[in-house]
C-alpha cells in the first residue's frame, strides 16, 4: 500500500500520522527541525509545546475544550493520552511537563511499525508522486512551502501574531507575599485546588504597573509585519493594556476566587497566576503574560509585581507570526484543497487556534486520508460534537461578508457557539457562583448531547477507535 506523507511533525502532524498508522496503512512523517529550525522552536523533538503547556480546561460537563478533551480520549488520541500521562497540577486545567510530553509522543510514533520520520524541509509543493499529502505545518510554516500554498491557491494567506509568555523559577519566587492557590480552590487531573501561584496587587501597586507596563520598548515590527492582526484569544499583555486601564484585571489579573492566606483580611485589586510549567514543579509559567516587550524590559516590570521582585526567567516572552488559510473558501468537508485534492490540511494552518484544537482536526485529517487511501466511506463527525463543531467552522461556519469587503473568517477556539443550539435545555438548582443555573444548564445539555451523539457515530462504524 502507497503510504501517505505528513509535512510537519507538531500536534496536528503527529496526531495525523498516529491515526493513520493505527487504520493499517503505511505513513511518513516529514519534520524539517533540525535541519532548519524556526523562531519559535527550542528543540527538535515532535510535539514541542512553545507558546504554554496547557491544554486548558479538562472540564468535560460545562467546558468546550474539556468536552474535546474527552471526544479525543473516545476517539483514541495519542496527544491526548500522552498528555494524560505527562499531566503536572494546574488545578481545573489539564497541564503537562513540555519535555516529558514531546518525549512520550516522539517515542510512540518512532515505535510504531507503520510511521517512518524523515528529517528535512519539504521546499515548495510536494512531489507529484505523493498522491496523499496532510499539511501539518502550523503557524510557522517553512516560506517556501507557504508561497508554493499560496501561488496555489490563487488566495493570500490572512495572518496574525501568536505571543509567548514567560518562565519563572518557583525557587526565586517570594512566598511571604505569593500563596498557592486555584480559582475557586477547584481541582483540576493531577491538582489538588492549589495549583496556581497568586501574587496580589493593590489598587496603587496595579495602576503602578499598568503605568510602567504601557511606557515599556516593544520590540519593533518588521515591515511585513506591520498590518498583521493579532489573534484575540493570545493578546500580548500590553496590548490588552492599551484597551484599557482595567481590561487586565478583568483578562489574566483577574482577583475573583483567590484569597491571601498571608493577609486574609485584605481583598486583593489584581492577581497576577504562575501555572506549573514542568513535571518537577521548578517552573511556573506566567498565565496570560504573553508579550512584545524587549527582554530587559520584561524582567524590570515583571520584577515590580510583588513576590517577583527577585524573580529568576527560564524563558522571556516573545511574539511570533503565524499564518492560516482562508478556508472555508480553499478546503472541501474533509479538509481537502479545492484546488489540489491529493493536499489535505490539518492544524492551526486550517484557522483552529490552540493546542487540542490543532491535534483534534490532526485526528480527523488522518482518518479522513486513511479511510480515503482504504476506499472506504468516513462520514465527518456530528455538527453537535466538538469534532463536528470545530470542523464546521473551519469548512464553512463563519459569517461571510460581501464580496467586495473584507474576508471574515478567522482563527477560533473551540467554543459552545460553534454548537447547534438547544430550545429548551433543563434548569438546574443551583448555579457554581460563577455562572446561573440556566447557563450551566445549556451546558451540560451541549455536553451530553455531544458525547451521545459521538457514541452514536462511533456505534455505526463511522470511525473505530485508534488503538
Known sequence: MQPIHVIGGGLAGSEASWQIAAQGVPVILHEMRPVRMTDAHKTDGLAELVCSNSFRSDDCQTNAVGLLH??????????????????????????????????????????????????????????????????????????????????????????????????????????????????????????????????????????????????????????????????????????????????????????????????????????????????????????????????????????????????????????????????????????RLKAMPRLRFAGQMTGCEGYVESAAIGLLAGRFAAAERKGEAFAPPPPTTAHGAILGHITGGHIETIDAGPRSFQPMNVNFGLFPPIAKPPREQHGDGRYSDKTIARKRALTDRALADLSEWIGNGALDAAE
Open 70 to 335: 474527552e471526544e479525543m480520549r473516545r476517539l483514541g488520541s495519542l496527544i491526548m493520552r500522552m498528555g494524560d500521562a505527562s499531566q503536572v497540577p494546574a488545578g481545573g486545567a489539564l497541564a503537562v511537563d513540555r519535555d516529558e510530553f514531546s518525549a512520550r509522543v516522539g517515542e510512540a510514533l518512532r515505535s510504531h511499525p507503520l510511521v517512518t520520520i524523515e528529517r528535512g524541509e519539504i521546499a515548495g509543493l510536494p512531489p507529484e508522486e505523493w498522491d496523499s499529502v496532510v499539511v501539518a505545518t502550523g503557524p510557522l510554516t517553512s516560506p517556501a512551502l507557504a508561497d508554493a500554498i499560496r501561488s496555489l491557491s490563487g488566495e493570500d494567506a490572512l495572518a496574525f501574531f501568536d505571543a509567548i509568555a514567560p518562565i519563572v523559577h518557583r525557587e526565586s519566587i517570594d512566598f511571604s507575599v505569593a500563596w498557592f492557590q486555584s480559582r475557586y480552590d477547584k481541582a483540576g487531573p493531577g491538582g489538588t485546588g492549589s495549583d496556581y501561584i497568586n501574587c496580589p496587587l493593590d489598587r496603587e501597586q496595579y495602576g503602578a504597573f499598568i503605568d510602567t507596563l504601557l511606557a515599556g520598548d516593544k520590540v519593533s515590527f518588521h515591515e511585513w509585519e506591520s498590518s498583521t492582526p493579532y489573534f484575540d484569544g493570545c493578546l500580548p499583555i500590553e496590548v490588552m493594556a492599551a484597551r484599557g486601564r482595567e481590561t487586565l484585571r478583568h483578562g489574566p489579573m483577574k482577583p475573583f476566587g483567590l484569597t491571601n492566606p498571608n493577609d486574609p483580611q485584605v481583598k486583593a485589586y489584581a492577581v497576577v497566576q504562575l501555572r506549573q510549567d514542568n513535571k518537577l514543579g521548578s517552573l511556573f509559567n506566567m498565565v496570560g503574560f504573553q508579550t512584545k516587550l524587549k527582554h530587559g524590559e520584561q524582567a524590570r516590570i515583571f520584577r515590580t509585581i510583588p513576590g517577583l521582585q527577585n524573580a529568576e526567567f527560564a524563558r522571556l516572552g516573545g511574539l511570533h507570526r503565524n499564518t492560516f488559510l482562508n478556508s472555508p473558501r480553499l478546503l472541501d468537508t474533509t479538509l
